[in-house]
T-cell receptor, first 110, second 111 residues
Framework: EAAVTQSPRNKVTVTGGNVTLSCRQT?????MYWYRQDTGHGLRLIHY???????QIGDVPDGYKATRTTQEDFFLLLELASPSQTSLYFC?????????FGKGTRLTVV | QQKVQQSPESLTVSEGAMASLNCTFS??????FRWYRQHSGKGLEVLVS????GEKEEGRFTAHLNRASLHVSLHIREPQPSDSAVYLC???????????FGEGTKLTVSS
């Protein structure tokens, strides 16, 4: 069964803290994505990748790094978290015909 | 840069009346389009995927795509209060893997 698994599902960190959000897909898809969702903004693309070792810049990349270590795993890194990064984060994987989303990670930076 | 705009921002319809949502995009190179539903605090539920001009029906949900007019719509037949949610339009940007979203339409179905 196709799946995208995000961890953790909820995270609270302090301003200036270091956070890593994880995403694993079992769909054998080449493409993976990280989005943030804030009220009134839909989903905004942070970074995406089309394979292990590849990284593409999205539309709102500032303050975020990402790394695609394997076909299955895509990580989002916040090295100096700020309150403005409090958001709901979604990971997705896709091929040309289908897209699957994870259930989201709610990050709060206090 | 490809843009996706959704309208209206919010929509209220009566239970059983047709609901129509719109999405326009800035160029015609996109490969495919999807409509998603998101209930408050929940994840994304795909409703319809459409890859070519014309109509695609999935149950009570029908998408219409017209690349020439840079427009894709979603029509919800006999909406119910449980359809109250935010509806998001998404597209793969042509020639790249970039998957981008509109900002959503908040639908309220009143009983």
């Amino acid at each position: 069964e196709a799946a995208v698994t995000q961890s953790p599902r909820n995270k609270v960190t302090v301003t200036g803290g270091n956070v890593t959000l994880s995403c694993r897909q079992t769909n054998s898809h080449n493409y993976m994505y990280w989005y943030r969702q804030d009220t009134g903004h839909g989903l905004r693309l942070i970074h995406y990748s089309y394979g292990a070792g590849n990284l593409q810049i999205g539309d709102v990349p500032d303050g975020y790094k990402a790394t695609r270590t394997t076909q299955e795993d895509f990580f989002l890194l916040l090295e100096l978290a700020s309150p403005s990064q409090t958001s709901l984060y979604f990971c997705a994987s896709s091929d040309p015909t289908e897209v699957f989303f994870g259930k989201g990670t709610r990050l709060t930076v206090v | 840069q490809q843009k996706v705009q959704q309208s209206p921002e919010s929509l209220t319809v009566s239970e059983g009346a047709m609901a129509s949502l719109n999405c326009t995009f800035s160029d015609g190179t996109s490969d495919n389009f999807r409509w998603y539903r998101q209930h408050s605090g929940k994840g994304l539920e795909v409703l319809v995927s459409i890859f070519s001009d014309g109509e695609k029906e999935e149950g009570r949900f029908t998408a219409h795509l017209n690349r020439a007019s840079l427009h894709v719509s979603l029509h919800i037949r006999e909406p119910q209060p449980s359809d109250s949610a935010v509806y998001l339009c998404a597209m793969h940007q042509g020639g790249s893997a970039k998957l981008i979203f509109g900002e959503g339409t908040k639908l309220t179905v009143s009983s």
